[in-house]
C-alpha cells in the first residue's frame, strides 16, 4: 500500500514545479507583489486572529489556490479589548464583529469546527462529518481556557458575588466590570492571579490588578481595599526586568505579592478561594476575585499527534520550530498565533509578526525554493499601570527589550502615549493585520 505522506509530498512537489512556471513567468515583477498561481489545497483551522489574517495574506498571494477555513464562531473578537471593557471604559460591543465580514473573497469558509485532524492522511474531519484533505495545514486554533479546572467555579457566577473572569468573552468581561466597579464602590479584599500554565496576555493578569488598584484610588476606598495578586511562582512576568519594573510598581502602590500561589477552587457562597501553594492548600477570603483558568491547546489539537511529547505535556502545544513555525515532524504543517509551542507568543501582537513567516515558507515552497523569514519571538504588552498610562512593553525570545520606537517611547516608562497605544492604535491595526495589511 503506498503511503499518503510519500503521495501528498509527491503531490506537494508537483505544486511547487508547476508554481515555479508561473513565478519564471511573473519574472521582473517586485517579489512582494508576485501572484503565486497554483492550485494547492491549503486548509486553516481557526478564523480568530491568525487565521483570518494568514487567509488574507495567502489569498492575495496565491493564484488558484483552494483555501479553505475552518471555525465555526460566528463572532470575531478583538481580544485585547477585554481588558478596557472590565475596566468600564468600553462597551461589549466594542470587541465584537462578524467572522465573514474580514474573510476574503474566493477563501472557502466552513462553519464548523475541527473534530479530528490527520497529519498522516492530510486530512481534517469537522464536527459535522465534512472531510478536508489538504496540500498545507495551517493551525491557528488559538487556545482553550479550562474553566472546568477551577474546581466550584462556573461562568454563570460572573458579575455576581464580587466574580470577575473577563478572559471568558466580551459579555463576561462587562460582567466583571460590574464586579469591579461594585468592588470599588464598597471596598474590601480583591484576589488576581494568573494560572501555572502558559497564557495569552501574561500582562493581562497585572494590567487588571493595576486598573483595580487605580480606580479604588480614585474613588477614594483606596484605604478600605486590599489588592492581592497571586503570583503562579516567583516571578510578576517571564521577562526579568519587566518583572523588576511591576514589582517595583506593586510596592510603591501597596499591592500585596503572594508568590507560588495557583487558584484551585472558589466556594461563591462562603466567598472563600482556594490557593494551591508549595505548603499546601491555602484559603483566603476574598469580596472580588478576579478568576483567569489554565489555558491548553483544544482537544482536537492535543488528540492530533501534532503537540510536543517532552513539553507542556498538560496543555498540548504544537511542536513548531520557533524561527520558522513549521512543524518538526510534518513539514506541510504550520501554526500561527497561541497554538504555537514556542517559548514566547501568545499575543496578537506576535501573530502579526508569525503570519508573514508562515506565508514566506508556504508560498517559497510551492514556489520551488525555501524561506527565509524567521520569527524572533516578538511580543509586545501595553501594560496598563492606570487609566490614561501604560508601558509598551516589547521583547524576544532572549528576553531583550525590543522597543518599535526607540528614544521616543521608553519602554519601562509609565507614559501617555503607550496607553494612546493601547486604547486607540492597536484596534485599528489589529483591524489592519486581519485584512492580511499589517
Ligand atoms: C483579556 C485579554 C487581553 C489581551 N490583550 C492583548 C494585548 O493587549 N495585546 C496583544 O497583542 N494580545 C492580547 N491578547 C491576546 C490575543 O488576543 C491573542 O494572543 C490572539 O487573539 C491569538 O490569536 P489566535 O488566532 O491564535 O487565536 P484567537 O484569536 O483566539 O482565534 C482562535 C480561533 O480558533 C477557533 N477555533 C477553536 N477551536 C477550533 C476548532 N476545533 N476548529 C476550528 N476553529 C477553532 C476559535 O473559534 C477562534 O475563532 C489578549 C487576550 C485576552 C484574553
Redesign the pocket.
Same mark, same amino acid.
Given at each position: 500500500m503506498s503511503d499518503p505522506w510519500e503521495l501528498s509530498a509527491s503531490r506537494r512537489a508537483f505544486l511547487g514545479l508547476a508554481a515555479g512556471g508561473a513565478a519564471l513567468a511573473a519574472a521582473g515583477a517586485p517579489a512582494q507583489a508576485q501572484r503565486v498561481r497554483t492550485s494547492a489545497r491549503i486548509v486553516i483551522? =481557526? #478564523?480568530?486572529?491568525? +487565521?483570518t489574517s494568514i487567509a488574507n495574506r495567502l489569498a492575495a498571494r496565491l493564484d488558484g489556490a483552494e483555501i479553505t477555513i475552518? !471555525?465555526?464562531?460566528q463572532q470575531h473578537w478583538y481580544? *485585547?479589548g477585554? @481588558?478596557l471593557i472590565a475596566a468600564g471604559l468600553k462597551p461589549a460591543s466594542y470587541s465584537v464583529s462578524q467572522t465573514g465580514a474580514w474573510l476574503p473573497d474566493g477563501v472557502n469558509w466552513v462553519q464548523d /469546527? &475541527?473534530a479530528e485532524i490527520d497529519p498522516d492522511a492530510n486530512r481534517v474531519t469537522t464536527t459535522g462529518g465534512q472531510r478536508f484533505d489538504y496540500d498545507y495545514l495551517i493551525v #491557528? @486554533? +488559538?487556545l482553550t481556557l479550562d474553566w472546568d479546572a477551577i474546581e466550584g467555579f462556573s461562568l454563570d457566577m460572573v458579575g455576581q458575588n464580587g466574580i470577575s473572569a473577563? /478572559?471568558a468573552g466580551p459579555d463576561y468581561a462587562e460582567l466583571s466590570w460590574r464586579a469591579l466597579d461594585r468592588f470599588t464602590d464598597e471596598g474590601g479584599v480583591g484576589l488576581f492571579g494568573r494560572p501555572a500554565t502558559e497564557m %495569552?496576555?501574561a500582562g493581562?493578569p497585572l494590567k487588571i490588578t493595576m486598573i483595580a488598584e487605580d480606580i479604588a484610588t480614585r474613588k477614594g476606598t483606596r484605604a478600605d481595599t486590599r489588592i492581592v495578586y497571586n503570583a503562579n511562582n516567583q516571578l510578576l512576568f517571564g521577562v526579568p526586568i519587566v518583572h523588576h519594573r511591576v514589582r517595583q510598581i506593586f510596592d510603591e502602590r501597596g499591592i500585596e505579592v503572594r508568590d507560588s500561589h495557583v487558584l484551585k477552587a472558589v466556594d461563591a457562597e462562603r466567598k472563600v478561594a482556594v490557593y494551591e501553594t508549595p505548603d499546601g492548600d491555602v484559603e483566603s477570603d476574598y469580596d472580588f476575585i478576579n478568576v483567569i483558568p489554565p489555558q491548553r491547546a483544544?482537544q482536537?489539537v492535543r488528540e492530533s499527534g501534532l503537540s510536543w511529547a517532552d513539553r507542556w505535556t498538560d496543555q498540548g502545544w504544537i511542536e513548531v520550530d520557533r524561527e520558522t513555525l513549521r512543524h518538526l515532524r510534518y513539514d506541510n504543517i504550520f501554526g500561527? =498565533? !497561541?497554538?504555537n509551542g514556542v517559548p514566547k507568543g %501568545? @499575543?496578537? &501582537?506576535s501573530?502579526k509578526w508569525h503570519q508573514p513567516v508562515v506565508e514566506d515558507h508556504l508560498v517559497s515552497e510551492i514556489q520551488g525554493r525555501e524561506g527565509t523569514a524567521r520569527f524572533s519571538g516578538y511580543t509586545?504588552? *501595553?501594560m496598563i499601570t492606570r487609566i490614561g498610562r501604560a508601558m509598551l512593553i516589547e521583547f524576544d525570545y532572549n528576553d531583550n527589550l525590543v522597543p518599535s520606537f526607540p528614544g521616543v517611547i521608553a519602554p519601562l516608562e509609565e507614559l501617555w502615549i503607550s496607553w494612546l497605544m %493601547?486604547e486607540i492604535a492597536?484596534k485599528p491595526t489589529y483591524n489592519a493585520m486581519l485584512r492580511g495589511l499589517a
Open positions: 483551522l =481557526g #478564523a480568530g486572529a491568525g +487565521g475552518i !471555525d465555526g464562531r481580544q *485585547p477585554f @481588558t /469546527y &475541527a #491557528a @486554533t +488559538g473577563h /478572559y %495569552k496576555c493581562a483544544p482536537v500561527i =498565533g !497561541d497554538i %501568545k @499575543t496578537a &501582537a501573530v509586545s504588552c *501595553p %493601547k492597536l
